[in-house]
């Protein structure tokens, strides 16, 4: 039996020789490590002769001992458990990890986990491996006449440490880029923040951008805060659930525990996609979309909402402001025949949808990249929050948006780590904000602004979608002073990113290139290798490569999609010459003279890694720092101390509401009851008053101190005459105000009577405070004590009269197939200077309709995931017990245009972008597209334009599979928000190999 993916398509699916599988394996892991044969792996990953075993029959976990020694036979052998999280998607899965002398022998799925509840998917299963892997980058690395040459640390950190002062020197700081990581723990990607912040510019971001950038944007300018607003396990609680642009049942394996409990009670579940999908295959309805046109979809399921009167028009009316509006766009230009006309879907799907979200409440929408990766993802995700306002199912339980985020801790790096146009916590960079933090981290404000350029302190930095631009353009079209010149890859994964033509001759023109990684990533090669015919590289360019550890070689928190702060142990010693991110931050800020100001409220220790000594902050002070300055979403009572006892006590939360069924920890004498699992933000107020956490985000059926809330009063109080506080009678369960009312700070205190609640101490560090800035959480005790929200009570918005498109509209894809709909939905105007950087829309579609690319490139070119791979998928396709399961990348094509190409199951085939890329995959015909779609997968790697590139990664660092990489081929495209790039709605052309 094959041991890749099968179409659903019987008659256009032909099983793959294993033979041939294994073979491509066994050269794969022959090249990677020399000295491991095929006999050699085929024995350790339990592959049969002639791979006769079907990929569901693989044991996964491998409960392997230790061998006996005498200490062990003496009884004085050390046997540990340690705790930690799974490295891959959001869901948040926990595992026991066995350590036996320092070696990670077993794992076990956590089983009193109330996130997955025992349950893996095959990346979970597979962690040890990552943990141990053998492929990864052993010690600091730089390119020397193209080959990796091994270096110490110290000559690595001295000479980056140089070139970087000499780059700050020369331009400015904001030569330099900083990309940081969804992977790192919340205290690193905090840490890093504040080190860049220190560094002095605003040049960072991280994977959020490319992934949820357009999610946080829309959903936070809708109600308030950026962020899932239920969880994985309260769908279990839904009536009806409704996908759209989300292969959970790929992306995100565990949380379909929660859909098919809710399913086996009655839920009804909607998938739209343009493709037919694992997930499409657990549905009542499955509707098939063309890509991008997910607001005239979503709009036609509005219309017959209120054409049937189906909306919950005393919730619009308490809750939302704009609805109105919404109604007569939606009633005048989103009628059945346009809705048809623009997203391929008939009336009566359309109208069944409707019917099922409305008759089955409360309804959740879940949605994923298939949403927010388009040129206007902001809109289409508002799209979704209207929906779900005029069936008013946010703020209940089976309710509200369910976001699923992609990378282990990519929320968390969103709420406190590095972005370019805010401070953690989204502060933003107003001076207030950069005060805020100067007072938390001790250090004089004027002393941080010295450390940017003039007048960049408060500017929103470039975005990592962004980056090749930033190098790529001219100087004088760049709002700063010069193009980057130095980038640091800091845990992120470049074959994620679009137009990889374009990013190779960027990478080629940087004087300093730094991968800090477990692995060399993607980066390694491409900057190896050379340039394209025409190209040259900058002869003063270096490029370093330093070995990170995992996340299983260090500790600290990271925040699951449902806000869950949950905490890892430090599994096993670093491996090989690692170090961990936080440390190698302190190393180089020691370097760059600020490393006394960095690390100043943290205890430091001295710690052994790749042979050396280093100086290590202590992860859980970072944490107390996050809990002392990020109030705004309520990272403050989760300490340590806290989320620690959470995880020793997992059993007692209840799997459905998250909520603790009473348990002390035995360790500390702490007592959960009343707390929701790992204490979901926002947890508000200092530790001492034992806020449980937010399980469902803007729920008034329950107090605030029961984790209950309302909408934030982010918005000021009233737009063109109306209100945009709730109405008279709408107010959290207990509130001692019965009607909206704005957001606190020391006047609407003390106007209120409530001043003298306040502690002496607390009036004198709350005067001149509001909520989010007064560091004794006097005023959100106080507030919370009279049962009310610190961020106020006001409505929702519909209309969001500060993004380009108040109401969200239609806009084709700048390279859409339909010519028609390009004419009729334009895109739209260029944008100068945005996010510091001129951005192409009209001119772009405009050129592309002229030269009629849509007959050259008949095809749409989508992307998305596969359960056995993640991210950008070094780290997974570096893990035998993975890559035996996909072997090579492939695009799915329709079997009417496989066959008018001539194409048959499994052949190689070019496909073909009008960027003038092309990539070499194998062809998997089958019915799960259309006949114009496509898809391929976004994990691989390490092969460019069909020439195989294992030979410019470092030697044994390789990942096992290489294949080519979709966005090698992908096009030009950006949110006019959030510069989220396009990756679901291109074009390509698709041609037999020869």
């Known amino acids: 039996m094959s041991l890749t993916r099968k179409s659903t398509t019987s008659q256009s699916s032909r099983a793959t020789p294993a033979s041939r599988l294994i073979g491509s394996l066994s050269r794969g892991l022959q090249s990677a490590v020399p000295t491991m044969d095929r006999r050699t792996f085929l024995k350790r990953s339990g592959v049969g002769v002639g791979a ?7 044991s996964f976990v491998q409960k392997a001992v230790a061998e006996p020694n005498r200490a062990m036979l003496d009884g004085k052998g050390k046997i540990e458990v340690k705790r930690t999280v799974c490295s891959h998607c ?21 089983f009193d986990s109330p996130i997955n509840m025992g349950a893996y998917c095959a990346k979970g299963a597979s962690l040890r491996e990552h943990g141990h892997g053998e492929f990864r980058l052993r010690y600091p690395m730089k390119l020397v006449d193209g080959k990796y040459q091994k270096i110490s640390w110290d000559q690595a950190l001295t000479e980056i440490t140089a070139q970087m002062k000499d780059l700050r020197t020369k331009y400015s700081p904001d030569s330099l ?12 990607a905090y840490l890093l923040r504040k080190w860049v912040s220190f560094f002095g510019t605003n040049n960072t971001d991280h994977q959020a951008r490319i992934c949820h950038s357009t999610t946080v944007a829309g959903v936070a300018n809708t109600w308030g805060y950026g962020a899932m607003t239920n969880s994985y396990n309260d769908m279990m609680n839904s009536k009806a659930a409704m996908y759209i642009g989300s292969n959970a049942a790929e992306a995100h394996p565990v949380s379909m525990l929660s859909l098919l409990n809710a399913k086996e009670n009655g839920c009804k579940v909607v998938v739209v996609d343009p493709r037919y999908t694992r997930t499409a295959a657990k549905s009542d309805q499955y509707v098939r979309i063309r890509s991008g046109t997910d607001i005239p979809f979503l709009f036609g399921v509005l219309y017959h909402i209120f054409n049937n009167g189906w909306e919950d028009k005393k919730y619009i009316n308490d809750r939302v402001y704009g609805m109105d509006e919404i109604r007569k766009e939606v009633m005048e230009k989103w009628s059945p025949k346009n809705v048809e006309e623009a997203c391929g879907v008939p009336e009566a799907e359309v109208y069944k949808v409707a019917e099922t979200l409305a008759k089955n409440r409360p309804s959740t929408v879940v949605w994923c990249m298939g949403q927010t990766q388009h040129t206007i993802g902001n809109a289409m995700v508002r799209a979704s929050c209207i929906l779900q306002l005029a069936l008013g199912n946010v703020g209940k339980s089976g309710g509200g948006t369910n976001i699923f985020r992609g990378h282990c801790n990519v929320q968390g790096a969103t709420d406190v780590g ?72 800091w845990g992120h994964a470049a074959n994620s990113q679009t137009r990889g033509l374009d990013m190779k001759r960027a990478m080629d023109k940087l004087d300093l290139l730094v991968v800090v990684d477990p692995y060399p990533t993607a980066v390694a090669a491409m900057a190896a290798m050379p340039p394209a015919e025409g190209n040259s590289v900058n002869k003063n360019r270096n490029v370093y490569l330093l070995p990170a550890t995992t996340q299983f070689e260090t500790c600290g928190s990271a925040t699951a999609s449902n806000r869950s702060v949950q905490w890892r142990e430090k599994v096993i010693d670093p491996l090989f010459e690692s170090v961990p991110d936080h440390v190698i931050m302190q190393a180089f800020a020691d370097r760059l003279g600020f490393g006394q100001e960095l690390s100043k409220n943290f205890k430091m220790q001295s710690s052994k890694f790749a042979g050396k000594q280093w100086k290590e902050p202590l992860i859980e002070d970072i944490l107390r720092e996050i809990n002392r300055s990020v109030w705004t979403i309520g990272y403050t009572g989760q300490t340590p101390e806290r989320i620690k006892a959470h995880m020793r006590m997992a ?8 909520k603790s069924r009473g348990g002390v920890d035995p360790v500390t004498g702490y007592d959960t009851t009343g707390d929701y699992y790992c204490l979901p933000w926002p947890c508000y107020g200092t530790a001492a008053i034992k806020h449980p956490g937010s399980p469902n985000l803007y729920d008034t059926s329950k107090s605030v101190m029961e984790g209950g809330g309302n909408f934030r009063a982010n918005f000021g109080v009233e737009k063109d005459g109306k209100t945009l506080l709730a109405e008279d009678g709408s107010y959290s369960k207990g509130s001692a105000i019965k009607t909206g009312y704005p957001e606190f700070d020391h006047v609407l205190v003390k106007k209120l009577g409530w001043w003298n609640q306040l502690t002496e101490d607390e009036q004198k560090a709350a005067e001149g405070k509001n909520w989010k800035t007064d560091l004794s959480g006097g005023i959100q005790r106080v507030v919370m004590k009279n049962g009310c929200h610190p961020f106020g009570n006001a409505k929702a918005r519909a209309v969001v009269w500060n993004f380009p498109d108040p109401i969200p509209v239609h806009r084709e894809a700048l390279y859409s197939t339909n010519e028609p709909m390009m004419r009729k939905y334009p895109t739209s105007a260029d944008k100068k200077n945005f996010w510091r950087l001129p951005t192409l829309y009209k001119t772009l579609q405009d050129k592309n309709l002229s030269d009629k690319l849509y007959e050259k490139f008949p095809i749409i070119l989508t992307s998305g995931r596969l359960v056995e791979y993640e991210g950008g998928g070094e780290e997974t396709r570096s893990n035998p017990w993975l890559a035996e399961l996909q072997q090579e990348n492939f695009v799915e094509i329709n079997p009417k245009a496989a066959e008018a190409r001539g194409i048959k199951n499994w052949d190689y085939v070019w496909v073909k972008s009008p ?14 597209v259309d006949q114009g779609t496509a898809f391929v997968p976004f994990h691989f790697s390490g092969w460019w334009e069909g020439k195989d590139l294992r030979k410019y ?42």
């Not at 595992?95 to 956590?110: F, I, K, L, P, Y």
């Not at 953690?424 to 938390?440: D, I, M, N, Q």
């Not at 960027?915 to 799960?928: N, S």
Request: aromatic share 10%; proline share 4%; charged share 20%.
């Open 52 to 58: 006769g075993i079907a990929a569901s029959q693989l």
């Open 90 to 110: 959001s869901v948040g899965c926990s595992t026991d990890a066995t350590v036996e002398n320092g070696v990670w022998v077993r794992q076990d799925s956590n």
């Open 177 to 188: 880029f900083f990309i940081g990581s969804s992977k790192q723990s919340n205290e690193q």
């Open 418 to 489: 590095p972005n370019p146009d805010s401070l953690p916590g989204y502060y933003g960079l107003a001076a207030g904000s950069w005060k805020h933090f100067a007072t938390v981290w001790d250090v004089d404000y004027e002393w941080i602004k010295g450390r940017y350029a003039p007048d960049m302190m408060e500017k929103s930095g470039t975005t990592v979608s962004r980056w090749v631009d930033a190098v790529l353009e001219k100087n004088d079209m760049i709002d700063q002073q010069t193009a980057v010149k130095g980038l640091f890859f």
């Open 651 to 658: 059993g007692v939360f209840d799997p459905k509401t998250l």
């Open 915 to 928: 960027t003038g890329a092309k990539i070499k995959v194998r062809a998997m015909v089958t019915e799960r």
């Open 953 to 994: 990664y470092p030697e044994g660092a390789s990942p096992i599979i290489l294949g080519e990489s979709v966005n090698t081929a992908t096009t030009y495209g950006y949110d006019q928000v959030t510069m989220m790039q396009e990756t679901k709605t291109t074009m390509c052309q698709i041609e037999k190999f020869a």
